[in-house]
């Protein structure tokens, strides 16, 4: 059996969730607990970081980490809307869609923006190795987001350095990291997208040299203190809800698909990368839940969606194979990884968990693998 948290649908596999005495896991308290927090006095505390770090017009005060999807664009929002002056970072994805783009291109008329595309060839090596030696294609992609703009940030002189949501707190984790309002090294190590795989372990597979992870490298701790970087989580003093910054970034220019992103239940996020689909499916394969089971449960918590309806919504909809992502077929983002759908799908069944899926896996009409045990 598996266990599965008795007020949203997400089961106890999701690494660093946590079942109480009650069954409710560590991210339906953590949201439960929002409701204690003094959000007036949460602004006034943002309100005077920023005022602490605002200059004179000279320079940026801030930087905005983009990837000009809906939070990315309601961040860099809060942040003029402050009166500060941001200089927005965006490290390129793997492999950028059209709309993800667009997106970019929204943020570009409202500050000042640079991007960084790291070596395609070397991405694409690190995107197979990564596939194949821990599970997650979309691993450099994860690591790039958090090194490139802190990277950035001490390179232009910019201390503060303003995230969106934590993480640990909106999908659950351990318990001290949940609170934390400032992103650091050992936030970065722990839960940053490492899983026990370093840049450094690139190194001396498929041709990569140490100069090809330039990119990929955290600065050292006294780089970061000549700058003094803070890098801050816009969550822990705003309300945090990816469908109200949905509607927000809309409204300020966001590109959405038309549809709902295969393999997901809504169509304004996931947007940049046609890679996603592949993510979001081994974390199925490795965990039993997919992208789908992660969107109804910020939706229960928020009280949008009853957990029976989600439920019928998960034995539905998750986990589904990504024969496409954002309209593209799987062939195409697996040839610059020189890799056949038949290679992916061995790839895919070294990664199935046995323990949920049985060593006889049973596959659905689409050539996904049936859970054992579906949520109850």
């Not at 993510?279 to 957990?307: E, M, N, P, W």
């Not at 020189?338 to 799908?345: H, N």
Request: negative net charge.
């Amino acid at each position: 059996m598996i266990d599965y948290c008795t007020r949203c649908v997400m089961p106890v596999t999701k690494p660093d969730l946590e079942l109480d005495s009650e069954g409710v896991c560590s991210a339906c308290r953590a949201y439960e607990r929002r409701a204690a927090v003094n959000w007036e006095e949460r602004e006034r505390e943002l309100r005077a970081l920023f005022d602490k770090h605002r200059g004179d017009g000279s320079w940026y005060d801030c930087m905005v980490p983009v990837s000009g999807g809906k939070d990315s664009t309601f961040q860099l929002m809060t942040c003029l809307k402050y009166g500060m002056t941001p200089l927005a970072v965006t490290g390129t994805t793997c492999e950028l869609s059209d709309i993800g783009r667009a997106n970019i291109e929204n943020l570009q008329r409202m500050c000042d923006h640079v991007e960084v595309t790291t070596n395609r060839m070397v991405r694409a090596k690190m995107n197979r190795i990564a596939l194949e030696e821990v599970g997650d294609i979309s691993l450099p992609e994860h690591l790039s987001i958090f090194t490139i703009p802190v990277r950035a940030a001490v390179a232009y002189n910019i201390p503060l350095i303003v995230w969106g949501e934590n993480s640990q707190n909106e999908y659950g984790g351990p318990a001290a990291s949940q609170e934390k309002p400032v992103l650091t090294r050992e936030w970065l190590e722990r839960f940053g997208g490492l899983l026990g795989m370093t840049p450094e372990s690139f190194v001396g597979k498929r041709g990569i040299q140490q100069r090809d992870i330039v990119a990929w490298q955290y600065p050292t701790d006294k780089e970061l203190a000549r700058v003094g970087v803070t890098g801050l989580f816009l969550g822990h003093y705003i309300p945090w809800d990816g469908m109200t910054n949905a509607m927000f970034s809309q409204a300020h220019g966001l590109t959405t698909y038309p549809r709902a992103v295969e393999g997901s239940l809504v169509g304004y996020e996931n947007l940049d990368n046609h890679q996603t689909g592949i993510h979001d499916y081994f974390c199925y394969l490795k965990y039993g839940f997919g992208r789908v089971t992660a969107q109804v449960c910020l939706q229960i918590r928020r009280g949008r969606l009853s957990r029976a309806d989600a439920v019928d919504i998960v034995r539905e909809r998750d986990g589904a194979f990504p024969w496409t992502c954002l309209g593209r077929p799987i062939e195409q983002t697996l040839d610059p990884l020189g890799l056949t759908v038949r290679d992916f799908m061995d790839i895919c069944d070294s990664w199935t968990s046995r323990e949920l899926f049985g060593a006889g896996i049973e596959r659905r009409p689409d050539g996904s693998p049936r859970l054992l045990y579906e949520v109850v």
